[in-house]
């Protein structure tokens, strides 16, 4: 079984269209998160859920909105692609406790292409 | 972690070789650290983690390494082998809740 699993594995679009990607996780965790990897292999957290709730949200365009309907699920739903939104995106979980953070996995990526 | 932009730094190891990949973090008060290994079309993978009341940590032939007095922290690979080929990275987190911080990551390539 996955135990964090994307949808979908790549996402080819035009500009200006608006695009979700889904992400769900099976391990019981209670925080979510979305990260971008550019072209460098750079890592960069966009946004963190703590039981369906926002608790990280770094500089990122308005465009781009996380959704939690339940803290297993976080969609990421990006309005008006440019061309720079290109990149792949992770979404990954963890279960916080006090100050530790145990078991932080990754998802297999989502390659969005805007042309 | 380290700067955003810098071109990715690439270890050339011999199969059978150790391997020493280093990452210099950014914030003195980050508590946890985690190496990570990304595949070419995966998902990053944990290796191994360390807390910052430890200076060297061992799994199934690695070995992290961490100097708080300067900031670093380093994996070593015992008899790298084809299947160790892959993109490595530190992640440090600082005591904020939850949010783990990436270096840029160091590509490694063994040669047979």
């Known amino acids: 079984d996955t135990a964090v699993s994307q949808t979908p594995k790549y996402l080819v679009t035009q500009m200006g269209n608006d695009k979700s990607i889904k992400c769900e996780q099976n391990l019981g965790h209670d925080t979510m998160y979305w990260y971008k990897q550019d072209s460098k292999k750079f890592l960069k957290i966009m946004f963190s859920y703590n039981n369906k709730e926002l608790i990280i949200n770094e500089t990122v365009p308005n465009r781009f909105s996380p959704k939690s309907p339940d803290k297993a699920h976080l969609n990421l739903h990006i309005n008006s692609l440019e061309l720079g939104d290109s990149a792949v995106y992770f979404c990954?979980?963890?279960?916080?406790?006090?100050?530790?953070?145990?078991?932080?996995?990754f998802g297999s990526g989502t390659r969005l292409t805007v042309v | 972690g380290e700067s955003v932009g810098l071109h990715l730094p690439t270890l050339s190891v011999q199969e059978g070789d150790n391997s020493i990949i280093n990452c210099a973090y950014s914030n003195s008060a980050s508590d946890y650290f985690i190496w990570y290994k990304q595949e070419s079309g995966k998902g990053p993978q944990f290796i191994i983690d360390?807390?910052?009341?430890?200076d060297k940590r061992q799994g199934q032939r690695v070995t992290v390494l961490l100097n708080k007095t300067v900031k670093h922290l380093s994996l070593q690979i015992a008899a790298t082998q084809p299947g160790d080929s892959a993109v490595y990275f530190c992640a440090e987190k600082p005591p904020s809740w939850g949010k783990l911080q990436f270096g840029a990551g160091t590509q490694v390539v063994v040669t047979p």
């Open positions: 990954a979980s963890s279960q916080v406790r006090g100050r530790d953070n145990y078991g932080y996995t």
């Open positions: 360390i807390r910052s009341n430890m």
